[in-house]
């Protein structure tokens, strides 16, 4: 088995693309400290309580995304601190690397932001590829990436709690191949860290065997002239958009003139 490779924070934005390039992902220890996620997730409780498991508050929901999980969106209605996440220089700089300066796109577009907690006696998800979401934009692009993807640690991710199982190297397989047991990895890693990877890669949650949580905050950077899976107008209130950074609000795909004219 092939385990993914683990950085340290201060480990060069080069030198992590060319991981998520040949392995689909690698983990970057420690980017957060426990502090700021304690509070992330103490600003996310309250609307945890209020959705029931296997419940989506948007309402969408089907066995994928399992019986005993619960997710969130809206995310920046619900915590201040989720602009720190989205414009933190560590993924801006993937992201860009990966999506402008391959010249796939002029700029970059959060598609989506979710809370994902995995309760106990959730079985393995499904695994999938998250380039799905746009299938025939991926298929046109392959190996080209069209989309790079975070999932922060909020809380530890261990072997029975629900680590995301990753395939490394699957980013470049055959669309019809399956993986085998052996090929197989857990994206074990401790609060604050974060699995990054690529949208082509095999993935998917874990199992979670432990009466604790595990609590994971996603980010999804699209090519700008992708369409957001998110529409962050919708799912968060206006003002709170609108309170944002310039920068922010340009990854929400708010723009002063209304519409973006370079994707």
Not at 49 to 57: C, K, L, N, S, Y
Request: proline share 4%.
């Amino acid at each position: 088995m092939t385990n993914l490779l683990h950085f340290n924070r201060d480990t060069g934005i080069t030198k992590l693309v060319e991981a998520i390039s040949r392995d689909g992902g690698c983990i970057l220890d420690d980017l957060f400290s426990p502090e700021f996620c304690d509070q992330l997730v103490a600003d996310f409780v309250p609307h945890l309580q209020d959705t029931d498991w296997g419940i989506d508050e948007l309402g969408y929901r089907d066995n994928f995304y399992g019986i005993k999980t619960k997710r969130l969106h809206g995310l920046f209605s619900k915590s201040p601190g989720m602009e720190q996440v989205l414009t933190h220089p560590v993924f801006l700089g993937i992201a860009k690397k990966m999506l402008v300066e391959s010249k796939l796109a002029n700029d970059i577009r959060l598609s989506n932001a979710e809370l994902m907690v995995i309760g106990q006696d959730q079985t393995n998800q499904e695994f999938h590829t998250d380039g799905t979401s746009w299938r025939r934009a991926q298929s046109h692009e392959y190996p080209q990436e069209i989309l790079f993807s975070t999932n922060i640690a909020l809380t530890p991710f261990t072997a029975t709690n629900g680590a995301t199982r990753v395939v490394p190297g699957s980013n470049h397989w055959d669309s019809f191949r399956q993986p085998e047991e052996a090929e197989i990895c857990l994206a074990t890693m401790s609060q604050g860290s974060v699995l990054l990877y690529s949208g082509n890669v095999i993935h998917s949650g874990g199992e979670n065997r432990e009466m604790v949580q595990r609590i994971g905050l996603y980010q999804g950077y699209v090519a700008s002239w992708l369409r957001p899976l998110e529409n962050h107008l919708i799912t968060n209130q206006p003002a709170d958009i609108a309170a944002l950074s310039a920068e922010a609000q340009n990854l929400l795909d708010v723009t002063p003139a209304g519409y973006t004219v370079f994707a």
